[in-house]
């Protein structure tokens, strides 16, 4: 009999790029409620500075870990038993926003040019960006207003390369700012409570 292939998705947790968290709340649980749905499930323990070097945390090394993700999945689909044109991504804060990036940019050269593949092998079939970053300006334009010990200084760092990034680059880094025609079909949530 021939295998039954399903829908795949993978879950990007949170955690600023300092950490991911695959056994947290946005990991593990969330494949898992996947897989109950009939998915294959994957969980992607993308680049952050908890496990590499600060030089490797900084975009597009997310994208190009998630674009990785997609090829291997693409790569083992008969054994994984994936239908390869209904891959989805999922992602929670930081993750929404490395979902975001690759949704608004899986059809330019950071992954076709670096994996040396054409760019339609890495088009999601569809994003969901939970409490995303979305938006750096209006991020960095909050944290200025409203300065805290626990701001996204951090998080600046191992995305842009420093505390403080221009405007320039927090337009570049943002997914807001890069919607397009290519842009995958997305759905995004956040709620205060």
């Known amino acids: 009999p021939r295998p039954l292939v399903r ?10 790029y300092n950490t991911c968290p695959r056994h947290g709340d946005e990991g ?10 009939g998915y294959q499930a994957f969980v992607l323990e993308y680049s952050v500075a908890a496990t590499v070097p600060i030089e490797k945390t900084l975009f ?25 044109d209904k891959i989805s991504i999922i992602g929670f804060s930081a993750g929404g926003h490395l979902c975001g990036m690759y949704a608004t940019t899986w059809h330019t050269p950071v992954l076709s040019d670096f994996f040396h593949e054409a760019p339609e092998v890495f088009k999601p079939l569809t994003a969901m960006l ?4 979305a938006d750096y300006v ?3 334009a909050f944290r200025k207003s409203h300065p805290s010990p626990l701001g996204n200084v951090d998080m600046n760092t191992h995305v842009f390369g420093t ?10 880094y943002s997914p807001a700012y890069l919607v397009s025609e ?8 956040a709620a205060k409570d």
């Open 7 to 16: 829908p795949a998705v993978i879950v990007c947790p949170g955690g600023g």
């Open 28 to 37: 593990d649980p969330v494949a898992m409620a996947f897989a109950m749905d």
């Open 60 to 84: 597009p090394a997310q994208v190009r870990d998630l674009g990785k993700a997609i090829l291997t999945i693409r790569e083992h689909a008969q054994e994984w038993e994936v239908d390869v």
């Open 130 to 133: 939970i409490y995303p970053v």
């Open 138 to 140: 209006v991020q960095e």
């Open 163 to 172: 505390a403080d990034p221009e405007e320039e680059l927090q337009k570049k």
């Open 182 to 189: 290519h842009t995958a079909p997305m759905f995004i949530a």
